[in-house]
């Protein structure tokens, strides 16, 4: 957070949005003890090169440790729901609630990603 902040502080100016009432608590965050895997950090589908077969993931410049529902704004946005439990068997492992958020119903999880990169950005 305290790159991130500072950066989005500077790039909403630019654009004359004043955002302290998000952004002065985010700084505050700090790093989470919990977060500690290699994610992609933006992983959705136009960041996939498919053929047969994946064949590659592009765009890492915002590669970081996190929590591994980072990057899982690519289930909820792509994958279908009856497919969750097929995908994050792939996936691997990820920790705080994040699978029985993703098999949750309605927009919940979107909101919850968001929480989850929040706090580990």
């Not at 290699?38 to 590659?56: E, F, K, P, S, T």
């Not at 946005?77 to 705080?96: A, K, Q």
């Amino acid at each position: 957070m305290t790159r991130r902040v500072p950066w989005a502080r500077e790039a909403l100016a630019l654009l004359g949005v004043d955002a302290e009432d998000i952004l002065a608590p985010a700084e505050k965050l700090g790093p989470r003890p919990d977060c500690g895997v290699l994610c992609h950090g933006d992983l959705h589908i136009r960041q996939l090169l498919v053929g047969d077969a994946l064949n590659g993931i592009i765009d890492w410049v915002d590669v970081c440790r996190a929590d591994p529902g980072i990057d899982l704004s690519l289930l909820w946005s792509f994958v279908p729901r009856d497919m969750f439990g097929t995908f994050l068997s792939e996936y691997g492992p990820v920790g705080g609630g994040v699978a029985g958020r993703s098999a949750s119903p309605g927009p919940g999880p979107q909101r919850d990603a968001g929480q989850v990169r929040a706090r580990c950005r």
